[in-house]
């Protein structure tokens, strides 16, 4: 029995099984390759292992099927959509290669603030625990209390930063709105003066 999809479902399909595939590829060769090496990774429960393989699996998944669906609408634009779309990025591209290095950071962390800040916390409790967790480790005194107290610490300090890279987000995506505002208003006052 074959499943009858529409286009549409054919191509998110398609590209879900890829993505799967894809992320099992990534995934089951490294954790065979950590089982085998690292005798950590041997003691973690199945449950864990597998909550390893989902966080790389389902988002790879998901991914390459809104790209396959992507593409599915791409190719059944007619010609007068294609042509604003083009025409669109093409005035797009023209705009981003007048700004200067400042301003192209500033417009790509205004479009990507949720991988900003997610990136910012897990660099900052990657340095604040690099920077912390050698006291521990180099110390005399190697109780568990003094550990959970620097991993606690740790995280504190990826917490500062990370409310720090939050109001410097909030701070540009407030400039961008601002600019963008005063953008409509010039276009409003010349489309009035082009009436007249």
């Known amino acids: 029995m074959q499943l009858k999809f529409n286009d549409a479902q054919d191509a998110v399909l398609r590209g879900a099984i890829e993505g799967t595939i894809a992320g099992s590829g990534i995934t089951f060769p490294a954790m065979y390759i950590m089982n085998r090496r690292w005798p950590y990774f041997r003691s973690l429960p199945p449950q864990l292992k597998a909550l390893g393989a989902v966080v790389i699996i389902l988002p790879m998944m998901t991914i390459r099927a809104e790209h396959k669906m992507i593409e599915f609408e791409r190719s059944h634009w007619d010609d007068a959509n294609k042509y604003a779309v083009e025409r669109r ?42 920077i912390i967790m050698p006291t521990y480790l180099c110390g005399t005194n190697g109780s568990l209390h003094t550990y959970l107290r620097q991993v606690v610490q740790a995280r504190v300090w990826a917490q500062g930063l990370t409310l720090g890279v939050i109001i410097a987000t909030g701070a540009l995506t407030h400039s961008q709105r601002a600019k963008a505002a005063e953008l409509r208003k010039v276009r409003i006052i010349q489309g009035l003066k082009s009436r007249k």
């Open 89 to 130: 990025a093409h005035e797009e591209r023209l705009r981003r290669v007048d700004l200067g290095l400042k301003d192209r950071f500033g417009e790509w962390a205004a479009r990507h603030k949720l991988g900003v800040v997610v990136g910012s916390w897990a660099l900052a409790m990657t340095v604040a625990g690099a």
